[in-house]
């Protein structure tokens, strides 16, 4: 079956370090990739999705690419703030329409 | 861009009652939602998938009887807990994708936080 393996968390940083949350996965077919983030008390944000093998995902300083070779589909942004203090979650799916499978989700917490 | 609405936000009861969460797509029409169910610093767990005109699809282990899921239109989906206990204390979270074109991503509600007494 599918699944997806995200580093374990917390992640604590400083504002304007680098971040790297690591996500690989296991899926039988082709699937999409995605990133969501989420808020204390709030639902999931879609914050970036990749399709198919070496597209790359990005969104607010945010980026992923696909990679098929190690199935592999890392967060990265370059200088994080404190406002990104969140859950994140890698997920995927292996056809339009289909239920999304997510990893366990990594707490990121920015400090000032 | 999508919005998925989902209400009620936070709801309280006491143990007996039933419940209603409701999640709509706002500005896209969804033939499928999803319902799911998260528990503190945990992952989302799928409950069901409600697929408009038909019966939702239910997860193994997930009592059907417990969770009653309509899917009356392509903006509307219910869950509807039944007799609620403390054990069914949880976020609730619902998503939904839009129906015109593949690849598009579920768009997620804000969640319902039950707790019942």
């Known amino acids: 079956g599918n699944s997806v393996t995200q580093m374990e968390g917390p992640v604590t940083l400083s504002e304007e370090a680098f971040l790297t949350i690591n996500c690989t996965y296991t899926?039988?077919?082709?699937?999409?990739l995605f990133w969501y983030v989420q808020y204390p008390g709030e639902g999931l944000q879609l914050l970036l999705k990749a399709t198919k093998a070496d597209d790359k995902g990005s969104n607010k300083g945010f980026e992923a690419t696909y990679r098929k070779e190690t199935t592999s589909f890392h967060l990265e942004k370059g200088s994080v703030q404190v406002s990104d203090s969140a859950v994140y979650f890698c997920a995927l799916d292996e056809a339009p329409g289909s239920r999304l499978t997510f990893g366990e989700g990594t707490q990121l917490t920015v400090n000032p | 861009g999508a919005v998925v609405s989902q209400h009620p936000s936070w709801v309280i009861c006491k143990s007996g009652t039933s419940v209603k969460i409701e999640c709509r797509s706002l500005?896209?029409?969804?033939?499928?939602m999803f319902w799911y169910r998260q528990f503190p610093k945990q992952s989302l767990m799928l409950m069901a998938t409600s697929n408009e005109g038909s019966k939702a699809t239910y997860e193994q282990g997930v009592e059907k009887d417990k969770f009653l899921i309509n899917h009356a239109s392509l903006t509307l989906s219910t869950l509807t807990v039944t007799s609620a206990h403390p054990e069914d204390s949880s976020f609730y979270i619902c998503?939904?994708?839009?129906?015109?074109?593949?690849?598009?991503?579920?768009?997620f509600g804000d969640g319902t936080r039950l707790s019942i007494l």
């Open positions: 998503s939904a994708r839009e129906t015109v074109s593949r690849n598009q991503p579920q768009h």
């Open positions: 500005d896209f029409q969804a033939t499928t």
């Open positions: 899926a039988t077919g082709y699937p999409s």
